[in-house]
């Protein structure tokens, strides 16, 4: 089952940085075609780099503590996002 998940989990990562890359490339400038490559960089970093932190702070911590402290991030995130 897991085989399966993450197969489509990474299908649909590539497909998403693939899709998003060339389009911040198509409406922008050419002054700023630089800085959107930055930033899809700097996303494609986080997004590899999650899965990594989050294993090693479940393997150490539990993972009730990081569920429930991962909550409270993305409750206190909400305020700012509206």
């Not at 986080?46 to 539990?62: H, N, R």
């Amino acid at each position: 089952m897991f085989l399966v998940v993450f197969f489509l989990m990474g299908m649909s990562l590539s497909a998403r940085k693939t899709a998003f890359s060339g389009r911040l490339i198509e409406i922008t400038t050419d002054t700023n075609r630089a800085l959107y490559q930055g930033i899809v960089g700097a996303t494609s970093l986080t997004t590899a780099l999650f899965p990594l932190v989050a294993g090693s702070l479940i393997l150490t911590l539990g993972y009730t503590p990081v569920f429930l402290g991962v909550s409270v991030i993305v409750a206190s995130a909400r305020p700012v996002t509206r």
